[in-house]
T-cell receptor
């Protein structure tokens, strides 16, 4: 299967933590990625995690992977207004050598 | 120091016309991709090329023809444009394909916004 699902919207206040969730169906996924898309811009790679890891931390970003439940999350600590964007998770589909993107989560950070 | 660049940034054209979008990467990558993002922001791969050879053609109409003159360029030509072709088209590149490692991490261009009237 190739489905990657995300919730469509998330609204938080500046300074709070944001958690963006993603579920996928391909159990053979090797790498999973988080990309950020600001309005009118391309996709910026934020971070990635290898499937044999449970967690990866990179400054304000924490990625959690539950391979059993095929669930990936991105936590942004101390969320800032500049973090407002659409966040895409993507899985690397082993069989078809391509990235399958989620539907995107629109994060809105209010002051 | 642009990594992946696309031209034009905006393209407005009439139905039935033929148009091209150009993509260049200066990262020394072997693999390049074209994606289409629709109005709901859904992003889907169209093509991938590795060392100028077509690897993925994701059931795209044959009005779309990618051309890779060299590893650093992957252009997208669209014939007989239709209203449904209106979207944002993203080019991307990665160091490698098939190694299932960080060398497959994809870097995206800024996108070309195509509007067909």
């Amino acid at each position: 299967g190739e489905d990657v699902e995300q919730s469509l919207f998330l609204s938080v206040r500046e300074g709070d933590s944001s958690v963006i969730n993603c579920t996928y169906t391909d159990s053979s996924s090797t790498y999973l990625y988080w990309y950020k898309q600001e309005p009118g811009a391309g996709l910026q790679l934020l971070t990635y995690i290898f499937s044999n890891m449970d967690m990866k931390q990179d400054q304000r970003l924490t990625v959690l992977l539950n391979k059993k439940d095929k669930h990936l999350s991105l936590r942004i600590a101390d969320t800032q207004t500049g973090d407002s964007a659409i966040y895409f998770c993507a899985e690397r589909n082993t069989g078809f050598q391509k990235l399958v993107f989620g539907t995107g989560t629109r994060l809105l950070v209010s002051p | 120091d642009t990594a992946v660049s696309q031209t034009p940034k905006y393209l407005v054209t009439q139905m039935g016309n033929d148009k091209s979008i150009k993509c260049e990467q200066n990262l020394g990558h072997d693999t390049m991709y074209w994606y289409k993002q629709d109005s709901k922001k859904f992003l889907k791969i169209m093509f991938s090329y590795n060392n100028k050879e077509l690897i993925i053609n994701e059931t795209v109409p044959n009005r779309f023809s990618p051309k890779s003159p060299d590893k650093a360029h992957l252009n997208l030509h669209i014939n007989s444009l239709e209203l449904g072709d209106s979207a944002v088209y993203f080019c991307a590149s990665s160091q490698d394909l098939g190694s299932a490692g960080v060398r497959e991490t994809q870097y995206f261009g800024p996108g070309t916004r195509l509007l067909v009237l």
